[in-house]
């Protein structure tokens, strides 16, 4: 089961830690949080180094999070990379680690 922090800083930028493994259980309380996210008012950082394990509902919202930040005008990264295992699972579902970076 995945699960969620949300940092906010004094300087208005939002860390969203991610943890646990996300299917499509999580995927409402997901984009929920990515939600959350994007409702804040500056630099938006995505922590993914305690993902165990994903699926393609995931990548979708990930890939989401990311588009809805630019469009908005945001500053969105990833501050860092998928662990091997769940970056395994992405590549094999069609996404690169190349992917990921450009996200961010």
Do not use: W, Y
């Not at 938006?44 to 890939?63: A, C, N």
């Amino acid at each position: 089961m995945g699960q969620h922090e949300m940092i906010t800083g004094q300087d208005g930028s939002a860390r969203l830690c991610l943890s646990g493994n996300f299917g499509r259980g999580e995927a409402l309380a997901l984009r929920e949080a990515f939600m959350a996210l994007l409702d804040q008012p500056e630099r938006l950082e995505l922590s993914l180094r305690k993902v165990e394990g994903l699926d393609i509902t995931f990548l979708q919202l990930l890939f989401s999070l990311a588009r809805g930040a630019k469009e908005s005008g945001k500053q969105f990264v990833l501050v860092d990379e998928l662990p091997q295992d769940p970056l395994a699972q992405a590549m094999m579902l069609g996404v690169t680690a190349s992917d990921l970076k450009s996200l961010g």
